[in-house]
């Protein structure tokens, strides 16, 4: 079951589909190469991810796939706490 422990100790799983903590992405470049009507699956594989810490709103952004190392993201009001 795909999850991580969030620094705040809570566990951050993303096996649920849909998942209420995951959100998808898409650089504008990448997503410049779409034109007319889009195949949302096709997309959907084009899309990195990243998962939101309902508890202290840290992100883990996915940067290179599932099998990296999430990057971690933490609100700059926080970080002096
Ligand atoms: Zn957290």
């Known amino acids: 079951m795909p999850k ?3 620094k705040c100790g809570e566990i951050l799983s993303y096996s649920e589909i849909p998942c209420k903590i995951e959100y998808k992405f898409i650089s504008d470049v ?12 096709v997309l959907y594989t084009q899309m990195k991810s990243f998962l939101k810490c309902i508890k202290c709103n840290r992100l883990w952004i996915f940067w290179n796939g599932y099998e990296k190392n ?3 993201y933490l609100e ?3 970080m002096n706490k």
């Open 70 to 72: 999430p990057t971690e």
């Open 30 to 41: 990448d997503y410049d190469e779409y034109k007319g009507m889009i195949d949302s699956e």
């Open 76 to 78: 700059i009001d926080k």
């Open 4 to 6: 991580i422990i969030c």
